[in-house]
Structure formats: C-alpha cells, structure tokens
C-alpha cells in the first residue's frame, strides 16, 4: 500500500522556503524583495489588485509557482523532470492510471512562472555587487539583457504542457530558481572546500559529484569552453542561479573584479568571445548535470515527507538522504 505523502500546496511551500534557505542574497535582502511586493499590493486599487498574484507576498521567484491545483489531495508519489512537454504529461497519466505517480514537478519555469521568469534575473545584480562590481554598474548592463529575455519569452505558448495537466486533471508545478539556488550553493562550498589550483582539477573536482559523473559517461560532463586545462583558476565565480545568462557585458567587469574562471551550467554563444577578450576561464559544468544536482537537493527533503520520486526528462536522481 502507498504512503500518504503531502499535498501540493506543501511540496510547494517547502521548495520555496528551501530556496530561500539558499538564496545567495541575505535573507534580509530577500525580505526587501517581498516587503516590496507587498507595498506594490497595498497601493493597487480595483482590478489591478484583483488580478495581483498574492503569491508574491511570500514567494521572491516569479518562475517558481503551482500551475494545476491538487487541492486536498494527498500526493504520495511525482513524477520529476527537467522539461515537462505534453508528452511528458501524457506519460504521467499512464502512470497514474498503474498507481504510479499523483502530481507532475517541472524544473524549468512553465505557464505563468514562464511568461515573467525573467523577473528573478534582477538577483544577479545582487550577485555582482557581491564581488565588488558596483550596484549601478550591475544594473545598468543587466538592464538590456533583461528586456531581451522579456521579449523573446512573451510570444512563447507557454500554457501548452499547463493546459495538458488541466485537460487530465493532473496536479502540476515548477521549481526554478529554489533549485538552481542549491546547486550554486553546493558548488560554491565545494570549490572552497577542495581548492582547485588549475582547470583541470576544478573538472576533477566536478566529476567526483555523482550527477556530473553520470553526465560524463554520457559524454555530457563538464567541458572548457574558453581557456585551457592547465591554466589556474584563480577566483572562482560559480553562475548557476538568477533566471538565465547575464549580459555578455559582465565578462569586462569580471575580469575588473579579479575573477579568473566562471563556472556555469551552460553558455551563449557571444559571450564565448567576452571571455576570451578578458581572458577568464569557462567551465560549462553541463545542463542537465547541474539542474538535477539543484533539484535532488529538494526532492531528498519532499521524499523524506513520504512522497516517491519519479525521475524523467533529463533529470539524474541521485539520493543524499
């Protein structure tokens, strides 16, 4: 017989407050963002209060959000991936038609934490001020990366997996930037913890976290996109959280602010040339490595709470608890 899990609303409420717990920013920095939120509410009149989502006033992730409701059903079991297509859903209800799986969690931001994901992007300016670039300066690059990232989402047709799970009745979810939060966390420990002196042992480093192991047998590991294996290190900047890439721009104030190496999941093509210009090594740790090293991070909490993990998509499920 199937152990009585959690509800949606719980998983959801966890994985937030669990980001939060590992957000880069202080929690009084988050707290801003939300104390913000809540001002913006107060002053909103008519249907622009109406329409507001109230989940701002405790969740700082716009790409982080519960898009079917599971209401007061008890979720025992979820199907987990790093992309969740209408495919992905219809598997889940053949599953769920031999007792497998109950409710859907996606990594990637869908529906409504899709169409405004890029909102989160506004935590690396944060980021960057953390190691010496000035707020403004953060600001002022990030600014035009932003608008981008807003107009090449807005036309996308988010709702369609959104829209499957309505169809079938199936609880569903994403978590973002929580997740993404962790991995930065953990890498960031980790290359304090080991001290790699070259790129090559930063690699070494990588590859002894199971996720990236299991990535690099299937020729997917972490690789050097610029620099070379020998080089040093010097400073380490890990970039795994903050919505999406930064701007290309970022490359000369790095570089300004001693950085030698950036480790990050993956990597546009025109800041590969940015780097080389600032001569900063680049370590894409590889995608689906990274994200599932982020999501584990929160599912080992959600299955110690008696809810089986589903592994599909892209996601490595790997247990640390």
């Known amino acids: 017989m199937r152990t009585i ?19 880069p920013r202080s929690r009084e920095d988050v707290q801003k963002v ?14 622009k209060r109406e329409i507001f989502d109230e989940d701002n ?34 598997l889940a209800d053949r599953l769920r038609e031999r007792g497998k799986v109950d409710a859907i969690i996606g990594h990637h931001p869908q529906g409504k934490a899709s169409s405004n994901f890029y909102e989160v ?3 690396q300016e944060d980021m960057y001020q953390e190691l010496g670039i000035g ?32 169809l079938l009745d199936m609880p569903f979810m994403c978590v973002h930037s929580p997740a993404d939060n962790h991995v930065q966390g953990f890498l960031e420990n980790l290359f304090e913890e080991k001290g790699p002196e070259k ?44 919505g999406t890439s930064g701007p290309k721009e970022a490359y000369e104030n790095l ?17 590969i040339e940015e780097a080389k210009k600032n001569h900063i090594n680049v370590v894409v740790s590889g995608h689906m490595a990274s ?20 592994p599909c998509s892209g996601y490595i499920r790997v247990k640390r608890s």
């Open 57 to 90: 006033l405790w969740n700082p992730y716009a790409d982080s959000r519960i898009l079917v409701d599971g209401g007061e059903r008890d979720i025992s079991s979820v199907m987990v991936g790093v992309d969740i297509t209408p495919g992905e859903v219809v």
């Open 135 to 166: 707020i403004t300066v953060a600001e002022g690059i990030f600014a035009p990366r932003i608008g981008e990232v807003m107009r090449a989402v807005h036309p996308r047709n988010y709702n369609q997996s959104v829209d499957a799970c309505r």
């Open 5 to 23: 899990g959690m509800r949606l609303e719980e998983i959801y409420r966890t994985a937030i407050e669990m980001g939060i717990e590992a957000d």
């Open 291 to 310: 994200d599932s090293l982020g999501i584990n991070l929160i599912m080992d909490r959600i299955e110690e709470n008696g809810v089986e993990i589903v």
């Open 255 to 271: 570089s300004k602010a001693g950085v030698g190496t950036v480790v990050c999941m993956h990597i546009p093509e025109n800041h």
């Open 121 to 123: 992007m506004h935590m």
């Open 199 to 242: 790129v090559k042992d930063l690699i070494e480093v990588l590859e002894e976290v199971p996720e990236f192991d299991i990535a690099t047998r299937e020729n997917s590991g972490p690789k050097v996109f610029v620099g070379d294996k020998e080089r040093r290190v010097g400073k380490i900047v890990v970039k795994m959280t903050g």
């Open 34 to 47: 939300l104390d913000a939120a809540k001002k913006d509410y107060e002053e909103l009149e008519g249907r």
